[in-house]
Structures are given as structure tokens and as C-alpha cells.
């Protein structure tokens, strides 16, 4: 095999091993015409998937919740996404696994269970969040008008492609003139970002949303890491006014880490990179990747 064109972006699609740049689906696909997919991204560092269990864990589980079958083992995917980053040759990748609705076998049919369904894989080089530079100065962090989409209608901890409210709140905060944004659902209450968790800690206690959210790896990695520190921490409802009063807020991603917010919509001054629960927090969450049971090297398997 000629491993020099894997070389920056491996990807698996149609049962099939080829470069990033000739990864295509069919525009017949409903993962295209409908969102109708689910995803998962995995994080890996010097050639190394962090929490990769948790990540193919949760993945399934979206599948299931949608009704998704891609016809693989835990394994077998596992399988795939260690062959993507293997032929890529990344140390440092974003490594999606996405399954899809796929096209209908029976022509013109409008029935979801007509379709066959099939899994995308890819790796490719890293990406944050936010830019590096935000992530020492720390971001702003719009509170956008928009509300987040209910919960009863696209249940959050299925991680998928419905992100027209979130892309709608990204656009919103850059046209004032912020990083990125939060978005609060219909009651008010703070639910997350696009592509992050959110955390706010007043006066030493952290809190992260209790709805409209991603049970993030990183939140979890974090409310462990808590527990670890001492910090006394809760997964409860958040107000706009509690981001607004806030010691501290900070964002937590696969794609990123935990990232500081130096500035939130109408809210007081934040310490951004310089916040005493986020450096801690921050630092332990780095020191975790070097667990064994958080960390599974890549090996060169053959798929
Ligand atoms: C909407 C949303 N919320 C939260 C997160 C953070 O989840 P994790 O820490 O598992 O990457 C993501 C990750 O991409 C996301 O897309």
C-alpha cells in the first residue's frame, strides 16, 4: 500500500481504507439530506487515543438511541479508528467516527428502516476549539438570543448534526464581535456551546448545566478530577445571571481541552487563563492523558 498519500488524513468509508481528500459519501445518503447521523470525536496525543472506551461507549450509545446499526463490534470499530490514525501517521489527530442513516434499498422508499446503514471513519490533524492564543488569554463568550433546541426534540446526549442553533448563536456572537457562544434553552438556563461544555464557579464551587448539554468526556474527566482536587462541584441548573456573576468560566472540549473564558456578554471582569479552579483543573486534565487507563496507544493494526 502507498502509505505516502494517507499521509495528514486518513479515512474509512464504504468498507473501504483511502486518503482524506477522497473520503465522499453518496448525496443520496440521509446522513446528508436528513443529519440523520451520529458521531463521536476522540482526541489523540503523541500517537495515543485519550478515553478512547468512553468516546466508542457513548458513540454506540447514540446509535442505539437512533436506531442505528453499522453492523460492527465494539472491537471492530475500535479496530477501524486505530487503522485511520495508523495510516494518516498523525501523533496528534481529530479522529471522528460518524454512522450514518445511509440510502433507502428500495427506490424512492421513506421509510428509515429501508436504509442501509454504514460507518465513516477519519483521522486528521488536531484542531481546537478555540485558537491557542484564546486559549491563554481566554475566549469571550457570547449569550446568544437564540435558545437552544429542547431537549424532548433532540435528545442532547445523542451527539449529532443537528447544529442550525448553534451555528445560528456562532454567527450571532461574531457579528458582535465575540469568540464564540452559549446558548440558554426557552426557560433561560444556560446549556452549552458549540462543540463545548460550560462551567461557572462561584466562590470555590463549580457547577456545569444540568440540560440542553453533551455529557462530555472532558466535563466527566473534569468532575472527576473535582472530586480528586477537593473542588466541590454539581451538575445543576445554570442561570444566565450565575454566568454573569461568576468567579470563574471555562469551556471544555475533546478539541481544546478545558479553555478559559476571559469575558461573557454583559458580566463582570473573568481571570480567564489566570482562574484558580480553572489552572488546576487544567493542569490535572493534561497530567490525566498519562494515566494508563485513560490512554490506549495506537497500534498499526491491519483492518
Ligand atoms: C455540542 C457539544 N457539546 C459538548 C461537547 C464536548 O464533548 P467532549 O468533551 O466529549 O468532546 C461537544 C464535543 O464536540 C459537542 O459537540
Not at 132 to 154: F, Y
Request: proline residues 5%.
Amino acid at each position: 500500500m502507498d502509505t505516502e498519500k494517507f499521509r495528514n488524513g486518513a479515512a474509512y468509508v464504504g468498507g473501504k481504507f483511502v486518503p482524506f481528500s477522497e473520503a465522499a459519501i453518496s448525496v443520496a445518503d440521509w446522513g446528508f439530506t436528513r443529519s440523520d447521523a451520529v458521531y463521536d470525536v476522540v482526541h489523540v496525543d503523541d500517537y495515543r487515543f485519550f478515553r478512547l472506551k468512553d468516546h466508542v461507549e457513548r458513540f454506540e450509545a447514540s446509535m442505539k438511541k437512533r436506531r442505528i446499526d453499522v453492523g460492527l463490534s465494539t472491537q471492530e470499530i475500535e479496530v477501524v479508528l486505530h487503522r485511520v490514525v495508523a495510516l494518516s501517521g498523525l501523533s496528534s489527530a481529530y479522529v471522528a467516527m460518524v454512522a450514518l442513516r445511509g440510502r433507502p434499498r428500495v427506490v424512492g422508499s421513506r421509510r428509515p428502516e429501508d436504509c442501509t446503514n454504514h460507518l465513516v471513519a477519519y483521522a486528521v490533524p488536531w484542531v481546537d476549539v478555540i485558537s491557542k492564543e484564546m486559549q491563554e488569554t481566554g475566549a469571550t463568550l457570547w449569550i446568544s438570543e437564540h435558545p437552544r433546541v429542547p431537549d424532548a426534540s433532540v435528545d442532547p446526549a445523542v451527539k449529532n448534526y443537528q447544529w442550525s442553533d448553534l451555528t445560528s448563536a456562532l454567527f450571532e456572537a461574531h457579528d458582535h464581535g465575540y469568540e464564540t457562544a452559549v446558548l440558554c434553552d426557552a426557560e433561560g438556563f444556560v446549556t452549552e456551546g458549540p462543540g463545548f461544555n460550560v462551567f461557572v464557579v462561584k466562590e470555590g464551587r463549580l457547577v456545569t448545566p444540568d440540560r440542553g448539554a453533551l455529557p462530555g468526556i472532558t466535563r466527566k474527566t473534569i468532575l472527576e478530577l473535582c472530586a480528586e482536587l477537593g473542588v466541590p462541584h454539581s451538575i445543576g441548573p445554570v442561570s444566565r445571571s450565575d454566568l454573569q456573576s461568576a468567579d470563574e468560566v471555562f469551556i471544555s472540549s475533546s478539541a481544546g481541552g478545558v479553555m478559559p473564558v476571559r469575558q461573557v456578554s454583559d458580566g463582570g471582569a473573568l481571570p480567564g487563563s489566570g482562574g484558580t479552579v480553572f489552572r488546576s483543573i487544567r493542569e490535572a486534565y493534561w497530567s490525566a492523558h498519562k494515566r494508563p487507563l485513560f490512554s490506549t496507544p495506537v497500534e498499526a493494526v491491519q483492518a
